[in-house]
C-alpha cells in the first residue's frame, strides 16, 4: 500500500512537471510562430498541436524503451478521443457557437479523417511494422509542408509589402530559451510518468493499456484542453479547432510512428475493441459538425456523452 501510494505521487507530480513543461514549451513557440508572421489557425494547427502532442510523444517514445510499448496505442486513441469528444466540447460551451472562419474543408478535414483511417488501417491486423510507421511519417510532412505552402501563399495574395515587412520580425531569443529548457522539462516529465504507470499496474494488476486510454491519455491531453480552453475564452476559435485537428494528426501520424522506429509496438489483437472504433466514430461526427464551419453548445453536450460512454466503457461501468 505504501509503495501504490508512493508511484501515485510520483505520477501526479511527473505528470504536471510534463503539463506545465508543456505549457511553457506551446507559449514559447506560438510566439515565436506568430512573430513569423504565421496564421492563427497554421500557428494551432502546426506549431501549437505539436508542442501540446509532446507529452503524448516523448511518453510514448520512452514507454518503447522502458519495454511498455502497450502504453503507445492506447495513450494516441484515448488522447484523439479526449481531443474530439472532451476538448472540442468543452471549446463550443465556453465560445457557444465556435466558429471558425479558416477554409477547413479544402485539407484539414480530409486528412484529419484519412490520419485516424490510415492509422485503422495499419493496426487493423494486430500489427504495426516499420515500413508504415515511415508512411505516417512522411504523410504527416507532406501535410504540414503543404499547409504551410498554402498559408503563405495566401498571405501573398492578400499583404501588401509594409505588412510583410512588419510579419518578418526577428526570432525572439528570450522564448529560444524558454523552448529549449521546457523540452528538457518534458522529457523528465514524461520519462517518470511512464515508469510510475507501469509500477501502478503492475501493484493493482491492471493493465497498462488500460491506464494508457483513460488516465495517462487525459494527463496527456491536458495542454491541449487547456491551451483550448485560453483560446476560446480570449474569442480565437481558429487556434482552438486548429489544435485539435494538428494535435490528432499528430498523434495518429507520428506518436505511432516514430516510436515504433525506436522498437516494436505491442498492438491489441482486437484493436477495435480497445477505443479505435469510438474514434472512428468521433472522427466522423467532427467531419460533419463542422461542415458549417461552428461547433454549437447542443453539439458539444452530445460530445461529452460520448467522452462519458467511453471511460465508462473501459471500466465496466456501462
Known amino acids: 500500500m505504501q509503495n501504490l501510494i508512493i508511484w501515485l505521487i510520483i505520477f501526479i507530480v511527473s505528470l504536471f ?3 506545465k513543461a508543456s505549457d511553457f514549451f506551446t507559449d ?3 510566439k515565436i510562430g506568430i512573430s513569423l508572421g504565421i496564421s492563427p489557425f497554421i500557428v ?37 478521443v479526449a481531443n474530439i469528444f472532451l476538448i472540442i466540447g468543452t471549446a463550443s460551451l465556453i465560445s457557444s457557437p465556435l466558429r471558425v472562419q479558416y477554409e477547413l474543408i479544402s485539407v484539414d478535414l480530409p486528412l484529419f479523417v484519412s490520419s485516424a483511417f490510415l492509422l485503422a488501417l495499419t493496426v487493423s491486423d494486430g500489427n504495426f511494422s516499420r515500413n508504415e510507421a515511415i508512411i505516417c511519417i512522411l504523410a504527416y510532412f507532406i501535410y504540414v509542408l503543404y499547409t504551410i505552402n498554402g498559408d503563405q501563399e495566401e498571405q501573398d495574395q ?3 509589402l509594409e505588412t510583410k515587412n512588419n510579419s518578418q520580425k526577428s526570432l525572439p531569443l528570450k ?41 495517462v491519455a487525459l494527463g496527456t491531453s491536458l495542454p491541449e484542453l487547456i491551451v483550448t480552453f485560453s483560446a476560446a475564452k480570449k474569442g480565437n476559435p481558429e487556434i ?4 485539435v485537428l494538428g494535435s490528432n ?6 506518436v505511432m510512428g516514430i516510436p515504433r522506429l525506436m522498437g516494436n509496438l505491442v498492438i491489441p489483437k482486437d484493436p477495435f475493441n480497445n477505443g479505435l472504433l469510438i474514434l472512428l466514430v468521433g472522427t466522423i461526427i467532427f467531419f460533419f459538425v463542422t461542415q458549417d464551419k461552428k461547433v454549437t453548445r447542443w453539439e458539444g453536450l452530445i460530445f461529452f456523452i460520448f467522452y ?7 471500466f465496466g461501468l456501462v
Do not use: R
Not at 528538457?184 to 511512464?194: D, K, M, P, Q, R
Not at 494528426?249 to 507520428?254: C, D, E, P, V
Not at 462519458?308 to 473501459?314: D, P
Open 44 to 80: 494551432g494547427v502546426t506549431i501549437v498541436s505539436i508542442g501540446t502532442s509532446l507529452p503524448e510523444l516523448i511518453s510514448s517514445t520512452i514507454a518503447v524503451y522502458q519495454n511498455s510499448s502497450e502504453i503507445v496505442f492506447g495513450n494516441v486513441i484515448g488522447s484523439n
Open 28 to 30: 514559447a513557440a506560438e
Open 17 to 19: 512537471i510534463l503539463i
Open 175 to 215: 522564448q529560444i530559451g524558454i523552448l529549449i529548457i521546457s523540452s528538457l522539462f518534458v522529457f523528465l516529465g514524461a520519462n517518470y510518468t511512464i515508469e510510475s504507470v507501469t509500477k501502478i499496474s503492475e501493484i493493482l494488476n491492471i493493465g497498462k493499456e488500460l491506464i494508457a486510454l483513460s488516465a
Open 158 to 160: 492578400e499583404q501588401d
Open 249 to 254: 494528426i499528430f498523434n495518429s501520424l507520428m
Open 308 to 314: 462519458g460512454w467511453f471511460i465508462g466503457n473501459i
Open 240 to 243: 482552438a479547432v486548429g489544435n
